[in-house]
């Protein structure tokens, strides 16, 4: 069984599009986070997730809102989509507060914005 | 909130040792270091966690300084299959935040 499960794999779209992707842990897990990593491979986080309750949320644009319909998945919901949001985004997920350095990663979903 | 920093790449032969520092001068006394390994279109995956001085397992080492300031993760007789990006996470279990360094591209040659 795949601990922390993301999908879709792969997302293109256009440009102004609204577009989600969803996540699921099957660790029993309190945390969950969405990371955006660049070409450059900079990981950087998004948002993080504890119990359900929004923990972080970095200098992400408002177009972003996570959703957290409980504890075992976060999902990502982007609107209007630009040119920059292209990028690969990862779930993860951890025991601890949002500070866990133990963190359990998705596979990853590549976004392609036309 | 201790910021990483790690060289951007490395290259090394098949055989060799590779030692990857990582610095963390501001790191907090709860703090833990975590490595993880990232493949090309995979998920970062954990490879080794610590707090002082040495640990060791089956896949790397990590060293910590007494004064906990930097870190050298160790990679014995690294392969082809040992070509990935490296980052170093700093954070403590019952904090707030935890930070990724920007990662080490290691290119293992033949």
């Known amino acids: 069984d795949t601990a922390v499960s993301q999908t879709p794999k792969y997302l293109v779209t256009q440009m102004g599009n609204d577009k989600s992707i969803k996540c699921e842990q099957n660790?029993?897990?309190?945390?969950m986070y969405w990371y955006k990593q660049d070409s450059k491979k900079f990981l950087k986080i998004m948002f993080s997730?504890?119990?359900?309750?929004?923990?972080i949320n970095e200098t992400v644009p408002n177009r972003f809102s996570p959703k957290s319909p409980d504890k075992a998945h976060l999902n990502l919901h982007i609107n209007s989509l630009e040119l920059g949001d292209s990028a690969v985004y990862f779930c993860?997920?951890?025991?601890?507060?949002?500070?866990?350095?133990?963190?359990?990663f998705g596979p990853g979903t590549r976004l392609t914005v036309l | 909130l201790a910021k990483t920093t790690q060289p951007i790449s490395m290259d090394s032969y098949e055989g060799q040792e590779v030692n990857i520092t990582c610095s963390h001068n501001?790191?907090?006394?709860?703090?833990?270091i975590t490595w993880y390994q990232q493949f090309p279109s995979q998920g970062p995956r954990f490879i080794i966690q610590?707090?002082?001085t040495k640990v060791t397992n089956e896949v790397a080492s990590l060293f910590i300084p007494a004064d906990r300031k930097s870190s050298t993760l160790s990679l014995p007789r690294v392969s082809l299959s040992d070509t990935a990006v490296y980052y170093c996470?700093?954070?403590?279990?019952?904090?707030?935040?935890?930070?990724f360094g920007d990662g080490t591209t290691l290119t293992v040659k033949p």
């Open positions: 993860a997920s951890s025991r601890g507060l949002a500070g866990d350095p133990t963190q359990y």
């Open positions: 660790l029993g897990h309190d945390t």
């Open positions: 997730y504890n119990n359900k309750e929004l923990i």
């Open positions: 501001n790191i907090a006394t709860n703090d833990y």
């Open positions: 610590g707090y002082k």
């Open positions: 996470l700093v954070g403590d279990t019952n904090a707030g935040k935890s930070t």
